[in-house]
C-alpha cells in the first residue's frame, strides 16, 4: 500500500508565499512522474505542475514564473514552492505520484488547503 501525506497549506495575504511537500510512504519500488493538482470549489480538478523521474517540468499558464515544482527521490518526496501568491490560487491542492510497487498505478494524497486572503 502506497501512502502520499501533504503538509504547507494555510492562510496567506496575496503576494506572500507557501511551500507545499508531499512524502510518499509504503512498498515503493520506483516513483516515476510526481504532481501537484488543485481544485477549487466549483471547479474541477487541475494540472499545476509535474516533475518526471528525470527532472523535466510542466506548468499550468497560470503558475508559470511563480511556483516551482521539484523533488527530492531519496526521500520520495516532492514539493511545490508558490510565490506570488493570488487570490485564484486558492484551492485545495492534492499531490500525486506515479508509483511501481510489483504493478504501476496513480495514487492521491488527501490535499492541503490554500487560502490566498487579506
Known amino acids: 500500500q502506497v501512502q502520499l501525506v501533504e503538509s504547507g497549506g494555510g492562510l496567506v495575504q496575496p503576494g506572500g508565499s507557501l511551500r507545499l511537500s508531499c512524502a510518499a510512504s509504503?512498498?515503493?519500488?520506483?516513483?516515476?512522474?510526481m504532481g501537484w493538482y488543485r481544485q477549487a470549489p466549483g471547479k474541477q480538478r487541475e494540472l499545476v505542475a509535474t516533475i518526471s523521474g528525470g527532472g523535466s517540468t510542466n506548468y499550468a499558464d497560470s503558475v508559470k514564473g511563480r511556483f516551482t515544482i521539484s523533488r527530492d527521490n531519496a526521500k520520495s518526496t516532492v514539493y511545490l514552492q508558490m510565490n506570488g501568491l493570488k487570490p485564484e490560487d486558492t484551492a485545495v491542492y492534492y499531490c500525486?505520484?506515479?508509483?511501481?510497487?510489483?504493478?504501476?498505478?496513480?495514487?492521491w494524497g488527501q490535499g492541503t488547503q490554500v487560502t490566498v486572503s487579506s
Open positions: 509504503g512498498s515503493i519500488f520506483s516513483i516515476f512522474a
Open positions: 500525486n505520484a506515479e508509483v511501481e510497487t510489483g504493478g504501476f498505478a496513480g495514487y
